[in-house]
């Protein structure tokens, strides 16, 4: 085995934290990916449940949100790729390749939340509060993965510190601020309408 150069020892080391991050991101796709099994058996038969496709849909929220993070840290590794060991790197290829893949990923996850999101809304749930706040985290979450795309091309064609960089990454951070909150005035909805229906099985 050929022994590694000072290089590949320093992106090793500077990178661990996103390689910890990624396997962590990958555990949690996978057990939400189990939720989601078991919630589409439950909808077999049962298609028109409100509750349960609502469930999906926080389901598949929650992957987006790991998926996304699951992406930051591929494109941190990436850039360290590139700035000590070159593109031509196998280790740079390797971590483009799984860019590709994680983008393949959370494009299909956002595809089954856009149909939960349109099965919800066939069921005349459009006008509901909830319904909306989901369709608005949605939209968000679409335009925020767009600008983060449009960052990393941008910053590895230019550099961070290029004008256009800089007022992408202030419009991402803008944008998750308010992605953020609205994702927490969705949990607290969620959290009420659970003690509400606790409260009515003591009755």
């Not at 609502?54 to 929650?62: E, F, G, V, Y």
């Not at 856009?114 to 099965?119: I, K």
């Not at 309408?193 to 409260?199: C, G, L, R």
């Amino acid at each position: 085995m050929a022994r590694k150069t000072q290089a590949q020892i320093e992106f090793k080391v500077v990178t661990s934290e996103f390689t910890s991050g990624i396997k962590e991101m990958n555990s949690s796709l996978k057990t939400m990916n189990n939720e989601l099994k078991l919630n589409a058996t439950q909808l077999k038969g049962n298609s028109d449940n409100v509750d349960l496709l609502q469930q999906r849909q926080n389901i598949l929220q929650r992957e987006l949100e790991a998926s996304n993070q699951k992406i930051e840290y591929t494109e941190a590794a990436l850039q360290e790729a590139a700035s000590l060991l070159g593109e031509n790197s196998r280790e740079y290829q390797n971590l483009y390749n799984a860019l590709l893949q994680a983008g393949t990923q959370q494009q299909a996850i956002q595809n089954e939340s856009n149909e939960a999101n349109r099965e919800l809304e066939q069921l005349g749930d459009d006008t509901n509060a909830f319904s909306r706040l989901n369709s608005e985290i949605e939209k968000q979450q679409q335009e925020l993965n767009e600008l983060k795309q449009d960052y990393s091309r941008v910053a590895l064609e230019q550099g961070e510190s290029s004008t256009e960089a800089q007022e992408l990454a202030s419009r991402i951070s803008s944008l998750s601020t308010e992605l953020r909150e609205n994702q927490s005035r969705l949990r607290e909805a969620e959290s009420s309408a659970d003690q509400f229906d606790h409260t009515l099985d003591d009755l």
